[in-house]
């Protein structure tokens, strides 16, 4: 299996969209066809196969990974490109990531211009409408993982092991988003964390969220990271103190209308570098990357200045 340089690798997530995948898959299919776009297509089987297939082909020489799925399919396809890079040294330039969006959640299109119709977006590939967006490397006990979109620990990432429980016990719709907040908000405790900023101290204290991202949008559409921006070559992060639920409340529209980089009510930074170090070893919280959980507390993200080629618009 060698590539062309223009030849795309897709990646199908046949699970994707509560099952959608295999009605909305070949209309994308024939209108590749139609435009003479060369591809190898293959089906994921198992949770992380993209990942593997990914590092696969890029290793067989394809510099073009095109997913078929949703947020999921996203994160594993960065984190199979982004691992096989660091590994080998090679630039993650030389790579173009996309998808073809099937999913429950497709937040990481919301930021990036790529259409949520499957076939809007190959007219997207097929007009060569391409940008770049920043590489984001996470350092924790289990290892090293790479962030496409949004991450976070605490109320974050509690909301995302609840929308996956819901999701692998066979529920699949909007409603799983709002649930999981709900159901987070009504039973979730704060935890006691030391937050550094580029080196600096920036919070320490009991917090009830944090939440860190180079792009906007999360949870099916929460905007917590509201400032961000895919290219800035800064990472976005907000932290939700410990506060009462009427006051949650009142910060609700912010999360979901925008503007929660302007409350007061939470602490709103940027920065390239960004530590989450537990203060005790309860605290030692799960965190999320892309709505996928991948280990606890401590963790150290960072923007690289590498850059990783996307479809989609400024």
């Not at 039973?187 to 009830?208: N, P, Q, T, Y």
């Amino acid at each position: 299996m060698n590539a062309s340089d223009t030849e795309w690798f897709i990646i199908v997530n046949p699970n994707a969209g509560s099952g959608k995948t295999m009605s909305l898959w070949p209309p994308a299919q024939k209108r590749l066809d139609e435009h003479k776009i060369h591809y190898r297509a293959v089906l994921t089987s198992h949770r992380l196969h993209a990942t593997a297939l990914s590092r696969e082909a890029a290793s067989k020489g394809f510099r073009r990974i095109l997913g078929v799925g949703g947020d999921g399919t996203v994160h594993e396809i960065f984190s199979g490109i982004l691992s096989w890079c660091e590994q080998t040294g090679t630039d993650p330039a030389e790579f173009t990531i996309g998808i073809l969006p099937i999913g429950s959640g497709n937040d990481w299109i919301k930021s990036t211009g790529i259409p949520g119709d499957t076939v809007k977006a190959v007219e997207q590939l097929a007009a060569g409408a391409f940008r770049t967006q920043d590489v984001i490397r996470v350092e924790s006990p289990e290892g090293i993982r790479y962030m496409a979109n949004v991450g976070g620990t605490g109320f974050d990432s509690h909301v995302c092991r609840s929308v996956n429980s819901q999701k692998d016990s066979g529920k699949r719709s909007s409603r799983i988003y709002i649930n999981a907040l709900l159901s987070t908000i009504a039973h979730l405790g704060a935890i006691s964390v030391a937050v550094r900023a580029d080196g600096a101290e920036v919070f320490s204290g009991k917090c009830l969220s944090i939440a860190l991202g180079e792009g906007r949008y999360s949870g099916g559409g929460m905007l917590q990271t509201s400032a961000a921006d895919l290219d800035d070559g800064l990472l976005d992060a907000v932290i939700i103190p410990r506060m009462g639920i009427g006051k949650i409340v009142r910060e609700l529209p912010r999360l979901f209308g925008g503007g929660l980089h302007e409350s007061k009510a939470v602490k709103y930074l940027q920065c390239r570098e960004l530590e989450i170090v537990p203060l005790d070893s309860a605290s030692e919280d799960i965190y999320e990357l892309d709505g996928e959980i991948e280990g606890r507390l401590p963790l150290k993200a960072r923007v690289t200045g590498l850059k990783v080629n996307i479809p989609g618009v400024l």
